[in-house]
């Protein structure tokens, strides 16, 4: 079966779920990361994207994430466009990479950004990185330079993370120090691996 030994790594934008991935990856953890995928998808994609969008959005051979996301961002029917061409490709390509880990009979994370939101994939245990409202909109704030309306919107286009907290049979709770930070995930992982066997 896909996703036997498949965890889910979701949580909210700037909840620190690719410290948490970088710490599972050092403790051998294979990381299926469906943004990279995505990415390698979306430039893949390009002649598609420029008939859809227009020719504007290929720049030198590769797809202007930036442009593209300005204009699907804020517009849910352009948005609905540009899932419908990526969205199935993508599920092919985690589950084509996830069959391959199930050889090894050990959890591994797949990283899901908006899992809840869009629930397209089969996968039963959840793990989700928490961090405070606050926190994530001062991150966002600090580290991609948004404005703080920019980041607000960014934070509420998604399911709040209180809600995903709910929903998620682990919790890595980040809103503390990286030490903290490595001590949950230590305890996290125990967890998952109590589970497996």
Do not use: N, W
């Given at each position: 079966m896909a996703f036997k030994n498949a965890v889910v790594l979701t949580g909210g934008i700037a909840t620190g779920k690719s410290?948490?991935?970088?710490?599972?990856?050092?403790?051998?953890?294979?990381i299926i990361d469906a943004d990279t995928i995505a990415h390698e998808i979306l430039n893949a994609q390009q002649q598609s994207i420029a008939e859809i969008f227009?020719?504007?959005f290929v720049v030198s051979g590769?797809?202007?994430?930036?442009?593209?996301?300005a204009l699907v961002f804020p517009d849910s029917?352009?948005?609905?466009?540009?899932e419908a061409l990526l969205h199935p490709l993508i599920r092919q390509e985690i589950e084509r990479r996830a069959n391959e880990e199930e050889q090894h009979r050990k959890p591994?994370?797949?990283d899901i950004p908006l899992f809840f939101e869009s629930g397209?994939?089969?996968?039963?245990?959840?793990?989700?990185?928490?961090?405070?409202?606050?926190q994530q909109l001062e991150r966002l704030v600090l580290r991609e330079g948004y404005s703080k309306e920019?980041?607000?919107?960014?934070?509420?286009?998604?399911?709040?993370?209180?809600?995903k907290r709910n929903l998620g049979q682990c919790v890595i709770d980040n809103s503390g120090t990286l030490t903290q930070l490595q001590q949950e995930c230590e305890r996290v992982k125990k967890e998952i691996e109590d589970d497996s066997h």
């Open positions: 410290s948490v991935a970088k710490i599972f990856a050092a403790f051998g953890y294979t227009g020719k504007r590769k797809v202007d994430r930036k442009a593209l996301g029917a352009q948005r609905k466009k540009l591994y994370l797949v397209h994939y089969p996968i039963e245990k959840t793990l989700v990185v928490y961090a405070k409202e606050q920019e980041a607000l919107a960014r934070i509420h286009s998604q399911m709040s993370i209180e809600e």
